[in-house]
């Protein structure tokens, strides 16, 4: 099943793999079981740290789960490289009336996004990704997954 839905902590859910187009406007159109569940809140569209892809952060998550700058912090070198690294590429963004996110060009670059944009569906937040690498990167993940429960497996079983 794919979709989004709301857990018992009341946060969202999101599953799912999607292929939507960007419009002329680099306007991405979000589906419409994830708007719902975002009700009409912002997001936090940030490059990954991990992969070729862009994240959407529901913004009151992105919120809770970045830590706040204190004055203890401020000259800390190492929170300086996670402060860049979560915040000078991340934009502020709300669908529009019909659902439609306008993407950054820089961070459509970053993932190899021209045209077409799979949208795919990670727990708390989702994911754009170029269509190709975002099917490359279900099947590596579905290949270390099943090769970790194979070892399992066999551990149990000696």
């Known amino acids: 099943m794919s979709g989004a839905d709301d857990n018992a902590a009341g946060s969202v859910q999101f599953r799912g793999r999607y292929i939507n187009k ?14 719902s569940a975002l009700n009409h809140q912002p997001l936090v569209l940030r490059r990954s740290n991990r992969f070729r892809c862009i994240e959407a952060w ?16 401020v000259y800390a070198e190492e929170e300086d490289d996670d402060l860049y ?24 670059e970053f993932a190899g996004i021209a045209d077409s944009i799979a949208i795919l569906g990670k727990n708390r937040i989702f994911e754009f990704w170029e269509p190709r690498a975002a099917d490359e990167q279900v099947e590596r993940s ?17």
């Not at 590429?89 to 459509?108: F, H, K, N, Q, Y």
């Open 22 to 35: 960007l419009d002329a406007k680099k306007r991405v159109s979000i589906p419409a079981v994830y708007r």
């Open 85 to 108: 690294v979560n915040y000078a590429d991340t934009i502020d963004a709300t669908p529009d009336g019909e659902g439609r996110l306008v993407m950054d060009s820089g961070l459509l």
């Open 142 to 158: 579905r290949a270390r997954s099943q090769a970790r429960l194979m070892a399992a497996r066999g551990a149990n079983a000696a």
């Open 58 to 73: 529901p913004a009151i998550i992105f919120a809770s789960t970045m830590t706040p700058i204190t004055p203890s912090t």
